[in-house]
């Protein structure tokens, strides 16, 4: 499959390199007010990350019907389909009546000693045909440059400290192929059935960001 | 399709420069890592991106490469690592001379 980003470079100019203008940081006032009044609401628990990230999951038109969260309950129900998903997913998610969308498609599962988490310095290479639309902040160039330098901390913001007995591993999504994280199960949904998992998996937890929510 | 290299062999990502467009981030280069699996061949952006052909098709591996190598001040534990996709025209040996 041939390297699927646009040809960016502007018009009139000699096309030397591909182009793309980062997403500007927040800067003005009321951007920074903005980013402000947030980090007060949280810290004062007025409302937590995973409200927030389901509200704007909500507006941004995720849902727990996207292939990737079908695919992790499933694999969270069935250890043969996990075995066979972390083997080849590109086949798993096929024999599973599903579009992998890109040929090496790989599933990255976390433990309790490792925990993932997917970035593309370079660009946006991203799973849209698992998981969508990417959200703005996963091709802001601060993401991109922080999370493989100081994962734990950028994690640590996302509402999602890492414990000092788990490694860390960043995986930078360079050239064809693509990942999504498999989040580990929350405890206290034995018996749940998939479609009851699958409302569990938000997009960050397939990024790697999150875990998968805990159950209400 | 042979490949150069195998899941466990220790590499040298190249240090040099491209002025064309490549997918080897600057912060790799130089790096040492361990192959952790080799991926499909695939066309080298390198003319790719230029609506050229892109052929021979290369390799991609999985590098591992420890945090602690790559930053200086790195804080996090001693086991963190980064996994990236390389090219096989980006890789050196350093088992022996390549």
């Known amino acids: 499959m041939p390297h699927d980003h646009d040809d960016l470079t502007p018009p009139g100019v000699p096309h030397k390199h ?9 800067q003005t006032y009321h951007q920074l007010l903005g980013v402000a009044l947030h980090e007060v ?19 941004e038109g995720v849902s727990s019907e996207t292939h990737g969260a079908r695919i992790v ?5 069935d250890d043969d389909f996990k075995a066979k998903l972390i083997d080849n997913a590109f086949a798993a998610i096929k024999l599973a009546d599903m579009d992998p969308g890109y040929a ?39 993401y991109r440059a ?12 996302f509402g999602t400290p890492i414990p000092d007995n788990q490694d860390v591993t960043v995986h930078d999504s360079t050239a064809e192929l693509r990942y999504i994280v498999l989040p580990m199960r929350p405890a206290g949904t034995e018996g749940w059935s998939e479609d009851q998992l699958a409302t569990l998996v938000s997009r960050d937890s397939m990024i790697g960001v999150a875990r998968a929510s805990d159950p209400e | 399709m042979n490949t150069r290299f195998s899941d466990g062999d220790t590499v040298r990502i190249s240090h040099r420069d491209d002025e064309r467009h ?26 790719s991106a230029y609506h050229k052909p892109g052929e021979p098709m290369r390799t991609v591996y999985r590098v591992r490469l420890d945090q602690n190598d790559l930053w200086s001040d790195y804080t996090g534990r001693k086991s963190d690592t980064v996994e990236i996709e390389i ?5 050196e040996s350093v088992n022996h001379a390549p």
């Not at chain 1, 591909?18 to 927040?26: K, R, S």
């Not at chain 1, 090496?104 to 639309?133: A, D, K, M, Q, W």
């Not at chain 1, 922080?146 to 913001?157: D, S």
């Not at chain 2, 490549?22 to 003319?47: F, L, N, S």
Request: hydrophobic share 35%.
């Open chain 1, 18 to 26: 591909p182009f793309q203008e980062d997403h500007p940081e927040p």
């Open chain 1, 41 to 59: 609401l949280i810290e004062k628990g007025v409302y937590t990350m995973d409200e927030m990230r389901a509200r704007m999951e909500r507006i």
């Open chain 1, 73 to 77: 309950a499933r694999a969270w129900l």
């Open chain 1, 104 to 142: 090496e498609i790989t599933v990255l599962e976390n433990t309790p000693s490792t925990h993932n988490v997917v970035v593309c310095t370079l660009c946006s290479c991203y799973p849209r045909s698992l998981l969508g639309r990417p959200p703005a902040w996963y091709k802001s160039k601060s």
């Open chain 1, 146 to 157: 922080r999370v493989v330098r100081e994962p734990r901390e950028v994690l640590a913001e």
């Open chain 2, 22 to 47: 490549h997918r080897v981030p600057a912060y790799v280069k130089g790096h040492h890592g361990t192959i952790v699996r080799v991926c499909a061949p695939q066309v080298q952006p390198e003319m």
């Open chain 2, 87 to 91: 090219f096989e025209h980006w890789l």
